[in-house]
């Protein structure tokens, strides 16, 4: 997978894929992130790359001609599956889209910032439009980021054992269950006998029941129209 994001403020970008996962990734060649400054598009002698919106109204907007010069030339070396837009009105990230997601092979994320995008990009480029949630950043690098590892992680090779990303919250709708490790006793808080019991069958049936029972008390709205509100 390759994913190019562009950006007008990359250092934002620099932490997050060069460590742990997503640079264990690109080492072993399963996946790229390229980042690119969209200033190196910018028009005039100003360099512009956002400018005041028709109608007036506080805030810049980012320009047209900047991204659009940035996507053209990204598209001019290889095709795309996605052409991502990460803006607080997009559609809600979530377990789902990310699966979507890390079958695609080229993606490209453009970081929304300011006041937005000219219109006219979301009109002619943009494939999807994604929010992380609820609320506003400063602009979507963060956000960008978070897609990214969240894609990346699925890719198989990505993680040490495949079977993690399986068992994560959220991948067949319910959060995971509680999780132990050494030492069995400490200071009186003792990890549950049946983790202990070697019992593989049980252990399984433990692990579903404490996932219900976890989703129940923190996320009851992911058990609509699963059958699982009412201690079934």
């Given at each position: 997978m390759r994913i190019d994001i562009i950006t007008v403020v990359p250092g934002l970008l620099e932490g997050p894929f060069s460590h742990s996962?997503?640079?264990?990734?690109?080492?072993k060649g399963l996946a790229m992130v390229k980042v690119h400054n969209l200033r190196e598009y910018a028009i005039?002698?100003?360099n512009q790359v956002d400018d005041y919106a028709f109608g007036g109204g506080a805030g810049m907007v980012m320009m047209v001609e900047p991204?659009?010069?940035?996507?053209?030339a990204l598209k001019s070396e290889r095709e795309y599956?996605?052409?991502i837009y990460m803006t607080p009105d997009g559609q809600p990230f979530d377990q789902k889209m990310a699966n979507s997601l890390s079958l695609k092979g080229n993606i490209i994320i453009l970081c929304g910032h300011y006041k937005g995008v000219d219109e006219r990009i979301r009109q002619r480029y943009i494939t999807k439009e994604i929010s992380i949630g609820d609320f506003v950043l400063s602009g979507g690098e963060l956000a960008a980021a978070v897609v990214a590892d969240a894609v990346i992680r699925l890719i198989p090779g990505v993680l040490n054992d495949e079977t993690?990303?399986?068992t994560d919250s959220f991948q067949d709708?319910?959060?995971?269950?509680?999780v132990y490790t050494r030492p069995a006793d400490y200071d009186g808080m003792k990890v549950p006998d049946?983790?202990?019991s070697g019992h593989n069958g049980k252990i399984?049936?433990?692990?579903f029941e404490e996932s219900v029972r976890r989703t129940k008390e923190r996320r009851p709205d992911l058990l609509k129209g699963k059958g699982l509100m009412n201690g079934d």
């Open positions: 996962i997503l640079k264990r990734a690109e080492d005039g002698k100003h991204i659009a010069k940035c996507i053209d599956d996605e052409v993690s990303a399986l709708g319910l959060l995971a269950p509680p049946i983790l202990l399984e049936t433990w692990r």
